[in-house]
């Protein structure tokens, strides 16, 4: 895979990428996201593909990108198809932090050394060229006003977006009310990104958490499909870094 296209997950941290304060909107669900947008990036390289509601290593020769590679790796490893819902949702300490770093080597942000309340240090996030984050926010905005199916990548964006809830912040207050609607329903646009996303919004709800109900399922059948729908808003953890993200 070349370095002349940004990734979607390098696309999905400049869309939440807040430039008045440097910081990540939704930043818990946002690493959810990420994590989903690395399975669809490996789908559009030919390296997996879904399989029901799992995901199977097809191809698995290296992207020439390292954080892909080693998320293709990993599913390798496991020797057979994963839940969407079950690899999202498992842990992916420092992969918001480790797309920031890449975005800051490749010029796209610049790292702002901070405080908070004059004690605890922080790290804030400002885009140096604005005209990236405005050409692929566009993508999604000529998505939503034109209602022309767009292109697997930008459904897939839009379909992520949607998943960690981003709308509110590209598209906020009731006059955006309209527009995060056509986001969601974007979804439907790319197979691949539907499913990504609705494993991304499955994990939020705890949807993975919950166990099969065998006995009441008939056989060969899976248990009925809980309701998918706007995703929970995540509990803030008063433990977290008061690093910005």
Partial sequence: ???????LPEELLLLAL???????????????????????????AGRI???GDRIAVVA????????LDCALELLRRRGAPVRAVHWIGGPRLGLRQTYLSHLERCGMVHAVAGQMCGVLPTTRYQAT???????????????????????????????????VGLGKHLYPGNEGRSSRSRLRDLIRHDPMGGLVAHAVMDVQNGVAAQPRRSPATP????APEPARGVPMQPRRDPMARAVAH
């Fill in 49 to 51: 593909a879904p399989d």
């Fill in 129 to 163: 060229d604005t005209a990236i984050s405005r050409e692929i926010r566009s993508r999604l905005d000529s998505a939503i006003r034109t209602g022309v199916p767009p292109d697997p990548r930008t459904a897939a964006l839009a379909a992520l977006a949607h998943a």
């Fill in 219 to 222: 056989a060969g059948r899976g």
């Fill in 60 to 67: 698995p020769r290296p992207t020439g990108d390292p954080t």
């Fill in 1 to 7: 895979m070349g370095r002349s296209r940004r990734t």
């Fill in 18 to 44: 807040d430039p008045a304060t440097g910081t990540t909107a939704q930043p818990q669900s946002l690493d959810l996201g990420l994590a989903g947008a690395q399975l669809v990036e490996l789908a559009l």
